[in-house]
């Protein structure tokens, strides 16, 4: 499977962005899969944002984006959404969608496959 990002862009802060991950239309996501979202900012370790179990849907946040960013996906679509919300400053990163086959993990390293990084930048 191949994963594709789209939907990054430049924002205020308070503002809202939401990014869009796509399966390609080859691969298959198995309801133990775990697709997620990850984030990197200049000079700063990939950390996790949000991730979904495919299956149940059941969602995982990080302590910074928890009420603020809502992740979903649609099944039929093969896709996963990053709805950010009430963005700042410190939420500008290169995002990354990922997908781990092993199940739920916060580990960056954990994961298998991975799209190409959408930029997001928030200004004040």
């Known amino acids: 499977v191949q994963l594709q990002a789209s939907g990054g862009g430049s924002a205020q802060a308070g503002g809202s962005l939401t990014l869009s991950c796509t399966a390609s239309?080859?691969?298959?996501?198995?309801?133990?899969?775990?697709m997620g979202w990850f984030r990197q900012a200049p000079g700063k370790e990939r950390e996790f944002v949000a991730c979904i179990r495919w299956g149940v849907g059941n969602t995982y946040y990080s302590d910074f984006v928890k009420g603020r960013f809502t992740i979903s996906r649609d099944s039929a679509k093969k896709s996963v959404y990053l709805q950010m919300n009430s963005l700042k400053p410190e939420d500008t990163a290169i995002y990354y969608c990922a997908l781990a086959k092993r199940g739920y993990s916060r580990n960056h390293n954990e994961y298998d496959v991975w799209g190409r990084g959408t930029q997001v930048t928030v200004s004040s």
């Open positions: 239309t080859s691969g298959r996501i198995f309801s133990s899969h775990i």
